[in-house]
């Protein structure tokens, strides 16, 4: 198996690249116009921000591109030194600044809160964020081993993977709605109706979209073209960091593939997890267990 081994900060496990870096993550400083786009790992982020991208360029698929190359979205967490951390990236773009984020409430650096920033989050489903996880740890080598899958389902529900805990994750960032801009979305209802969320996004981002370019965004953001996009399904990125040919970094992009992976006890036993570790919030999932 691999060698690497998670630290954690105020409980919540991190590769320890991040743990390093963590004094200079914290005094981040956000902008008033900054976007975070926020999300539990494997929950929709490559797609949410390619229709950010898409909106922001007006459906323009070369102008996404050469932003994609630039690497316009970072994680604000992000480290593999000696490359240059996220909040490097971030400090060196020009604003409006769109960020990424894969931290719980509770970690995220303050400035954001106090900056009174837009956060997009986005949601899935925690079955099929599990399974996700579980072959994205496979394949990613700066991940640990996931072990077998009977061993990566008590991982998960203990929330001992990198970011932590979904349940807490999820439940964070839902509590702060209404006190902050936040356009709290499901991936399981982008899949449904995405030309509905994707002109829900363009609203939040103020940014108003003719039908057709609309109709244009929900078609390069359908999972078979961005699967087919080298910028985004991780091609060029080397073995030693994904090893693809263990789990395609663009591996199935549907709802419901748990019931492939959970069997009847496991499931009945996460069900019942479930409903205590969601007892305490208003937050519902819409799909079917
Ligand atoms: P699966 O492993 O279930 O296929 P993240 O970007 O947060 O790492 O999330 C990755 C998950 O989102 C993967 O799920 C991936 O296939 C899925 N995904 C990526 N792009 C998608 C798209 N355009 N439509 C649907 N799912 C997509």
């Avoid at 079955?127 to 998960?156: A, I």
């Avoid at 702060?176 to 899949?191: A, C, M, S």
């Amino acid at each position: 198996g691999k060698q690497t081994q998670l630290r954690e900060v105020e409980g919540v496990p991190l590769q320890a690249a991040i743990v390093d870096n963590w004094g200079q993550i914290q005094s981040f400083e956000a902008k008033p116009d900054d976007l975070l786009i926020c999300t539990y790992p494997k929950s929709g982020t490559t797609w949410i921000q390619e229709i950010v991208d898409m909106i922001e360029q007006n459906g323009d698929v070369e102008k996404c591109q050469r932003a994609l190359i630039q690497h316009r979205h970072p994680f604000i967490e992000w480290a593999r030194p000696p490359q240059p951390s996220g909040v490097e990236k971030a400090q060196a773009m020009p604003s409006p600044r769109i960020l990424r984020t894969h931290l719980p409430t509770r970690l995220l650096p303050p400035s954001f809160w106090e900056n009174n920033c837009k956060f997009l989050y986005v949601a899935r489903n925690v079955k099929d964020c599990m399974v996700s996880y579980y072959h994205f740890q496979r394949m990613n080598q700066v991940l640990p081993d996931p072990g077998t899958w009977e061993e990566y389902f008590e991982t998960f529900i203990n929330g001992k993977v990198a970011w932590g805990s979904w349940f807490e994750h999820v439940k964070g960032w839902w509590e702060v709605k209404g006190r902050y801009q936040i356009l709290f979305l499901f991936y399981e209802d982008i899949k449904k109706d995405p030309k509905c969320e994707i002109r829900k996004v363009a609203q939040f981002m103020g940014k108003h979209l003719d039908e057709t370019v609309l109709d244009k965004i929900v078609q390069e953001t359908s999972f078979e073209k961005m699967k087919d996009n080298p910028m985004i399904n991780r091609s060029t990125v080397p073995k030693s960091i994904m090893d693809q040919s263990i789990s395609p970094f663009m591996r199935k992009g549907t709802v419901g593939d748990w019931k492939h992976h959970f069997t009847v006890a496991q499931n009945e036993r996460f069900n019942e997890d479930y409903k205590k570790k969601m007892a305490d919030t208003s937050l519902a999932f819409h799909f079917q267990f």
